[in-house]
């Protein structure tokens, strides 16, 4: 049977870039171990506290439905923490809790593109960006962001390919690369978007992992907040990736369609994970800087390491849990250099082909083993590229 155009072509050319990660887990399958520094997952898992609420909310029978918005005291919490990090006026008619970040990427996209829109998005990029914006039948179209240029996009190479565009998605701070985009970058980025007329959707699940800030969320900026959709999750913020709880901020005409889109596919997010996201973020700021502080620390390691050397040159990342390394001087590819390392070695990282054609010859070194695994690692792949240039 023929399934759908949209469905069969999700993946554009069929890579989908998470080749070197499959490797990996099949190596750790058949018995071998291996370093892997591949996907943003931390190295602790929830918190028992966080736990504990969700274990406490389910047993008290909180097990039915739930609210597909979400529930009211989350959503208000939600507002009240964007509002209190922004200065930007957000009540609970601009949130809609989502299953975590990803599928708020869906919605925010749904909401805004129809079939054959272009919607441009920062290379390199997360890798689900493009399949993402498939997914809702629009166009992906990359503006890459350089290297030389720490990977801070350029409103100019924005505006060339905005004509015509519906929509931009930018990531600040930002995975795979660690930049943060300072105030030129982000002032910018309005600019072209309200002289295009596009809608921005602003990935900010990495904002509680900033080293070298300020985070500015593009909502706040002047003549933005109509037109901006910006996206949380307490994935990063707080080791609950696998509990699948984010948020969309949008102007309230918005959120009620994308309550409408909730009501016909997700149904909203179980109630015993609200209660425990709730719980979670009265945690308060403490708690989130207890969980980013090891990824600070561990950026600061890898970039002492690098220091050490000559051949691969660091991308120093204003935040986020990842370090991107330049290898290009290997005059190997990043794909080449990542198979490598993981027959030789057993160490896994992403290559940068898997987050778009900007970061070729680079690859992401997740920090999300401890810190002894990682210097060991890290210097176990230091010396494999040297000694590729000496074999050259
Ligand atoms: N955006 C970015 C940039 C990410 O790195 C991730 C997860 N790795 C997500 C969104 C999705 O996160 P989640 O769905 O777990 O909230």
Known sequence: MQQSRRISTLNGDGDDGWGLFIAAR???????????????????????????????????GNTGYAMIPGIDALRDTVAARVQQRSGQKTTRDNVIITPGGQAALFMAHHATCDEGDRALFIDPYYATYPGTIRAVGAVPVPVKARSAHGFQPDPKEIAKAAPGAKSLLINSPNNP?????????????????????????????????????????PRTLPGMEERTLQIGSLSKSHAMTGSRCGWIVAPEDVTENLIQLATN????????????????????????????????????????????????????????????????????????????????????????????????????????????????????????????????
Not at 28 to 48: K, N, S
Not at 189 to 213: C, F, K, M, N, P
């Open 26 to 60: 099949e190596m750790i399958a058949a018995g071998t171990p291996v370093t892997e520094l591949t996907i943003g997952e931390h190295d602790v898992r929830t918190d028992p506290v966080i736990l504990d609420a969700m274990h406490a909310s389910a047993r008290s």
């Open 177 to 217: 690369t660690g930049a943060v985009y300072g105030a030129e970058t982000m002032n910018g980025i309005a600019r072209v978007v309200q002289e295009h007329d596009l809608w921005l959707i602003s990935d900010e699940v990495y904002d509680t992992q900033v080293w070298e800030g300020p985070h500015i969320s």
């Open 265 to 392: 596919t997700n149904y909203g997010v179980a109630g015993f994970v609200q209660a425990a996201g709730l719980f979670a973020l009265e945690l308060g700021e403490d708690f989130e800087a207890r969980i980013a502080e090891p990824f600070r620390r561990r950026r600061g390691l890898v970039l002492d390491l690098v220091a050490q050397q000559q051949i691969v040159r660091a991308i120093p990342a204003q935040g986020a849990m990842y370090a991107m390394l330049d290898i290009r001087a290997t005059g190997m590819t990043g794909e080449e250099f990542g198979f490598a390392l993981l027959n030789k070695h057993h160490i896994a990282v992403m290559p940068g082909e898997s987050f778009g054609q900007a970061a070729a010859g680079h690859i992401r070194v997740a920090l999300t083993v401890d810190d002894d695994r990682l210097r060991e690692a890290v210097a176990t792949l230091l010396d494999f590229a040297s000694k590729q240039v000496k074999a050259a």
